[in-house]
């Protein structure tokens, strides 16, 4: 089945700099790639999605890249702000078979 | 804004007892899933429903775990008997449609501690 790592499990950055969390994948048949953000206390809520026909996708201040020859996927937020503090979870998905993989997640704590 | 519901928010149960968590998912939604997060992991997917038939229920502990869905609206995931290991949140998700790239809208989850 799939396997989704992701890294780093915790970052720290200051107020107005970027955050990258990096995700890989093991199924290449895998083609869709959410991103979820989960605040102290609450449900996740999906960010940003991709497919794998495109490599890149942009909305505002948040942006995820894909490279499928090497199976791994980006999250990108920059200048960032101390309400982007959560707990952002990855997952992969083949739109074939249905179910998606969720990564372990990682906590971004942006200082002011 | 319509929202997935869960309850109860909180479970507090001795092992070897009965639990059993209910989920309301958004009107209209034809899917319906149920996640276990462990303390530090993702949610892994434990049962999907499409309307009332299961579609998934691979990674289900189906001695001791079940889930029902009988009209296709709310469900309910039961655990009998818990185990100490099964202390996690416990998380409703819906979609409208049946396909992964279809935003799936999560409850505010259960959380069950097992003493």
């Known amino acids: 089945g799939e396997n989704v790592e992701q890294h780093p499990s915790t970052l720290s950055v200051q107020e107005g700099d970027s955050a990258v969390i990096k995700c890989t994948y093991s199924?290449?048949?895998?083609?869709?790639f959410p991103w979820y953000k989960q605040e102290l206390g609450k449900r996740p809520q999906l960010i940003i999605d991709?497919?794998?026909?495109?490599g890149e996708k942009k909305d505002q201040r948040i942006a995820v890249t894909l490279n499928k020859t090497a199976k791994h996927f980006s999250l990108h937020i920059t200048e960032t702000q101390p309400e982007d503090s959560a707990v952002y979870f990855c997952?992969?998905?083949?739109?074939?078979?249905?179910?998606?993989?969720f990564g372990d997640g990682t906590t971004l704590t942006v200082k002011p | 804004e319509a929202e997935v519901a869960q309850s109860p928010r909180y479970k507090i149960t001795e092992k070897s007892q009965a639990v059993a968590f209910w989920c309301d998912p958004i009107?209209?939604?034809?899917?319906l899933y149920w996640y276990r997060q462990i303390l530090g992991q993702g949610p892994e997917l434990l049962v999907q429903?499409?309307?009332?038939?299961?579609?998934?229920d691979s990674q289900l502990p189906k001695d001791r775990f079940s889930a029902e869905r009988l009209k296709g609206v709310d469900s309910t995931l039961k655990i009998q008997p818990a185990e100490l290991g099964d202390s996690a949140m416990y998380l409703c998700?819906?979609?409208?449609?049946?396909?992964?790239?279809?935003?799936?809208?999560f409850g505010p989850g259960t959380r069950l501690t097992v003493l």
């Open positions: 998700a819906s979609s409208l449609g049946q396909g992964p790239t279809d935003t799936q809208y």
């Open positions: 997952a992969a998905s083949n739109t074939n078979a249905g179910k998606s993989t």
């Open positions: 009107s209209g939604h034809a899917t």
């Open positions: 199924d290449s048949a895998s083609n869709y």
């Open positions: 429903f499409q309307d009332e038939s299961v579609v998934d």
């Open positions: 991709i497919r794998s026909n495109v």
